[in-house]
Structure formats: structure tokens, C-alpha cells
């Protein structure tokens, strides 16, 4: 259940200043600072050098190693920005990222390709943007086979960008940044959350060798990976400090005060202004702090599956601190999960009644991609959205339509029912053959309060152009969903509603407009949540947009209502459809 990141920087016009900087500071006086300095801050020490892993074939590290340092006090493991640009060119373009300055303590990091600037005031221990776009400092690489084969084109229609300018402020959350001869000294886990977690990657510091994780490439195995390849020996022989839990408890907290797309929602639910105020209201805040791994693991458990219960949100791999042998994986903690989680629970018995239709109508043979025709009327089968560059919705399209437009059907159904997400890029291919005219998709930004309109054209035709001879706008669409159907599923339930030519039949559907995001805690705890960058769709043309947006978190309705008893009754369906039901 995942939606695709779209890396789009946006320009900014106007210059970056904190409220406590003079306005006669220019960046015209600017001074460039790429060297990498051999002093350490007065708080921090150099810890060792620590060789970096990849487990992502786009990203090989040979060899390579960067510096850690480590805070005199807390034990905090730190790194240079500039040491880590320069070391690991295959992530940064080192070429391409500035680092410059203001003043002795205020300093500008840009990146001259997208347009990018981030302003670090070491002083005043916050962090300012325009745009969370601007910390996309990575080597672009799209993981969608569709979209490296050039089959879909996505257009930026418009952005509209808040007027004001953003800032963590990190002092909330005991979090701190220092500097050295120009070098910028941040702390591994807020590098790890601002500039590695939003392009699906993380870094995995089990305090003896750095691991990149994807999220995204061979995701069955991935919790595999880090079960079994990440060493724990070392630190399971000692108990945490108090210190230590409080920097896990305070980046728990700046995660969910700062990148939780649902944070709004969820604290005036239940009633509170921080998550700070949640914790302690709650009792978790104890059992976070607790030094034993079993308990402050079931309090994650708990925070996430009962309170949070959102289906993009979850524990995904225990701290390096447990045993070697738990799993959250395994049988007692997803028993605990179902237990916590409603919605997990409704998903299980709706995708039980779906697989009885199957059986019941004889269709338990359909598998992803399957065409069946009954009478003018085709079914489709799409039951995820992956990223298979073997099994494509463009070529699962492609080959099905051909045989439809060879047969002259006029009627077609997308079951979509079993399908609970995936890559938003092949949802999107899929929609460009409901018209010949564009689909629009939406991206905000709950933090910086931006939003982006999206055109979509898919390439059916094959000649290589996106223009009005693509899509089937002669076909009369049909979109079957369920409460199971989530995520990018969602996402084309809300496209499909907005198109004329398309009807939304079944049940409403399960929601989940936030892609997700994975984070690493200071304590080797991983989660996934749903990010600051939601999803949707509407009819507002360009010049209209503004930051409002259609909510479909919790579900898109349909125009026709089914029972699950009747989802793979083709017969009943093609004969409605027939009779003109709807």
C-alpha cells in the first residue's frame, strides 16, 4: 500500500530569511563553502568511520565509508553535510549541491538543479524552507518501469505555493545542529528523516555499519533483510540510557508533530495540541521511555495499530536493541496488530467476502490482468498496482484492449476490488485510457501548505505522441471497488468519478490518501507512516487551484451499490449494465 513520491522542485523567487535576520542581509554576499573541514564542534567528538551498505540495486556503494561523530553528552551519532555530499556521489551530486552563507551563523544549503535552498540557523537551532520539495537533494531515479519507457506523460499544470515561509524548530524537540569552519554538523536521524526518508530509502545504523534500505524495490523481502542481515548482537547485551530513550521518545515526536499527513485529524480526535500532550495523556510516554524492548516495542505497537489505525502507518522492523530472534513480523505481534487495528480487522473480512464471490461464481482461477468478455461487456482484472517491469499495466492494457477493440466491445469493467494500492505512476497509466483528454491528479503538502495539479496522458495508440488520438473515449468505463480497494486504488476512484465517461460501482472505498513514507528511529525501531504529501483529485481548472483540496482519506463513495456476494457475479453485472442500471 504505497503511492509513488513525485520529485518536483519548484523555484523559489524570494530570498530565505529567519524573522531574527536584518533585512539588509543580501544573498548577493553569499560566500561558497564546499570544503570539508578537519575541526569538530566543541560538543562532539569523531566517533569512527563507518562503511556504508547498499540494498538497492540502483545505489552500489564500493568501499565507502563516512564519518561519525558522536555528541559529548547524549552519545548522539552526527555527520557533516559536507563530508556525506562529497563521499557518496552515487546518492549527491556534489557538483550541483552549494552550501553557503548569510553569517557566521546562518547558512544557506541549495541544490542549482532544482532550484532548491534550505536555510540552517545554528543559533537560533531551527531550520527554514519554502517548499518540502527543497530537501530532495537525491540523484533522481524512477523505480516505474511505464514511466521509464515513456509511456505516460505527466504535465505540472500548477503550483500553489504558500505565501509564507516554514520552519522546524527543533529546540522543541532537544534536537540540535552545530557548525565548524562552514560545515554544517546535523544529527544521523534528522539526515536520515529529511533528505533519505522522503525518496522511499533509508539509512540503518546499527552502530556498526550504515545499511541503505528501499522501500520501494523487493518489498516482500525487505523485513527479511533487515531481520537477518542487520547485525543486533552488540547491543543487546546492554540496556539503553535514559538519554538515549529520550532521543528516540523526542524524534517520535517531532516525526508526528511535523511529517504525519493525518496529525490534524488525529490530535483533535483525541483532544490534544502535541503529541507530547497524547503521550502523556495516554500512558505511552512511560513505556516509551522504558529501557526494556519488549515493552517500549508494544507501546509502538499500540500507539500505531490502536490509536493511530491508519492502514499506511505501521511498525515494520524492531530496534537493534531487541533480541536477535523477535519479529514484528511474527505471529504474537500481528495477532497484537489485528487485535489493536479496526481497519485491519474490516479489510480481512472484506477481502474474505470478495474471495467468496470468486469461488462462489467460479472465478478463482482470475489472476492479475485477466480479460473476460460476456456478451458486449469485458471485465479486467487489476489486483495491485506494482512496479513489475514484466507485468505492466501498460502491457496488461495494451494486450487486453487489443483484443476489445478487435471484438468491438463497447462496455468495460475494472475490477479493482482486491487491489490495495501501489505505484500512483501505474494508476496513473491505467487512467490515461478512460478519455483522450488529460486526468488530473493533485498533490498537497500538509507542511509547507502547497499543491500541485498534475496533468496524465498515456501513450495507447503507441505512436509515441500524447495527444487526442490516445485514450478510449468511445467506451463506456466501469470501476468496481471495494472497502478493500486503497491507496492508488482510491486515488482512481476519485479520477474515475471526475471523468464522464467512467461510472464507480461496488462499495465505497477504503480510503488512504497519504503515500507513505519510512522512518528509522534513533533506537533502529523502522515505521512506516503516512507522509506529508497527500493525494486526490478534482474538477478545478488551471488558475482556480488553491490550497483546499476533495478529502479522501476515508474513502471515495460509488454512483451504484453492489454486495460483496455479487463482485464476481459477472453475469449480474454485464445484464445491469445492459439494462442501463446505471
Not at 131 to 151: A, E
Request: one cysteine or more.
Amino acid at each position: 500500500m504505497k503511492l509513488r513520491k513525485i520529485f518536483l522542485i519548484v523555484a523559489t523567487s524570494a530570498p530565505l530569511y529567519l524573522t531574527s535576520i536584518s533585512a539588509s542581509c543580501s544573498l548577493n554576499a553569499l560566500e561558497n563553502t564546499k570544503k570539508e573541514t578537519a575541526q569538530v564542534p566543541t560538543e562532539l567528538v569523531n566517533d569512527k568511520e563507518v562503511k556504508i551498505n547498499s540494498l538497492n540495486s540502483n545505489y552500489i556503494f564500493e568501499n565507502k565509508f563516512i564519518k561519525i561523530f558522536k555528541h559529548k553528552s547524549t552519545k548522539e551519532p552526527y555527520i557533516n553535510l559536507t563530508n556525506i555530499f562529497q563521499r557518496l556521489p552515487q546518492l549527491f551530486d556534489g557538483a550541483k549541491i552549494t552550501r553557503s552563507k548569510i553569517n557566521p551563523d546562518i547558512f544557506i544549503l541549495s541544490h542549482t538543479s532544482y532550484n532548491s535552498s534550505i536555510l540552517f540557523s545554528v543559533s537560533e537551532n531551527k531550520i527554514q524552507f519554502k517548499d518540502m520539495d527543497h530537501f530532495y537533494f537525491l540523484r533522481y531515479i524512477t523505480n516505474s518501469p511505464t514511466v521509464k519507457r515513456k509511456k505516460i506523460k505527466l504535465e505540472y499544470k500548477q503550483h500553489h505555493a504558500s505565501k509564507n515561509y516554514k520552519y522546524f524548530d527543533l529546540n522543541q524537540f532537544n534536537i540540535k545542529i552545530y557548525k565548524m569552519d562552514e560545515n554544517l554538523f546535523i544529527p544521523f536521524s534528522l539526515f536520515n528523516l529529511l533528505f533519505i526518508a522522503p525518496n522511499y530509502l533509508s539509512l540503518y545504523y546499527n552502530l556498526k555499519e550504515i545499511y541503505l534500505l528501499d522501500f520501494l524495490l523487493t518489498e516482500k523481502n525487505k523485513v527479511e533483510d533487515v531481520d537477518t542481515i542487520l547485525d543486533r548482537h552488540n547491543q543487546t547485551k546492554r540496556l539503553q540510557t535514559l538519554s538515549e530513550r529520550l532521543r528516540t521518545y523526542n524524534y517520535l515526536k517531532f516525526i508526528f508533530d511535523n511529517l504525519y499527513g493525518n496529525r490534524k485529524k488525529f490530535l483533535a480526535e483525541q483532544k490534544v495540541k502535541t503529541f507530547e500532550e497524547f503521550f502523556t495523556k495516554t500512558g505511552l510516554k512511560e513505556r516509551i521511555l522504558s529501557n526494556d524492548s519488549a515493552v517500549y516495542t508494544a507501546a509502538y505497537i499500540e500507539f500505531i495499530h490502536k490509536y493511530i489505525d491508519d492502514l499506511h502507518t505501521t511498525v515494520q522492523h524492531a530496534s537493534y536493541f531487541n533480541d536477535n530472534n523477535y519479529r514484528i513480523s511474527g505471529p504474537e505481534n500481528n495477532s497484537k496488530k489485528f487485535m489493536f487495528s479496526s481497519k485491519l480487522s474490516q479489510g480481512n473480512q472484506v477481502i474474505k467476502q470478495i474471495l467468496d464471490s470468486k469461488t462462489k461464481h467460479d472465478r478463482k482461477h482470475h489472476e492479475h490482468g485477466n480479460l473476460e468478455i460476456i456478451d458486449d461487456v469485458a471485465f479486467i482484472d487489476i489486483t495491485k498496482f506494482s512496479l513489475d517491469v514484466n507485468n505492466t499495466i501498460y502491457d496488461i492494457m495494451q494486450n487486453n484492449m487489443k483484443t476489445i477493440r478487435e471484438r468491438n466491445i463497447k462496455n468495460v469493467v475494472i475490477n479493482i476490488s482486491e487491489n490495495s494500492g501501489g505505484s500512483v505512476a501505474e494508476m496513473e497509466t491505467l487512467a490515461g485510457y478512460f478519455s483522450n483528454e488529460e486526468q488530473y491528479v493533485e498533490r498537497f503538502d500538509n507542511v509547507s501548505q502547497g499543491i500541485i495539479k498534475i496533468g496524465i496522458k498515456t501513450d495507447t495508440n503507441e505512436d509515441a505522441k500524447f495527444d487526442n488520438n490516445d485514450g478510449f473515449p468511445g467506451i463506456n468505463w466501469y470501476l468496481l471497488v471495494s472497502e478493500y480497494t486503497f491507496s492508488a486504488g482510491n486515488l482512481l476512484a476519485k479520477v474515475a468519478k471526475n471523468n464522464k465517461n467512467v461510472k464507480v460501482i461496488g462499495k465505497k472505498t477504503g480510503g488512504g490518501m497519504y503515500s507513505i513514507m519510512p522512518v528509522i528511529l534513533p533506537d533502529g525501531t523502522g515505521l512506516i507512516i503516512s507522509s506529508n504529501n497527500g493525494y486526490t483529485s478534482s474538477l478545478l481548472k488551471e488558475g482556480e487551484l488553491k490550497y483546499e483540496y476533495d478529502d479522501i482519506e476515508s474513502g471515495v463513495p460509488v454512483h451504484f451499490n453492489y454486495e460483496y456476494a455479487d463482485f464476481f457475479n459477472y453475469e449480474k453485472i454485464a445484464k445491469d449494465i445492459k439494462e442501463g442500471k446505471f
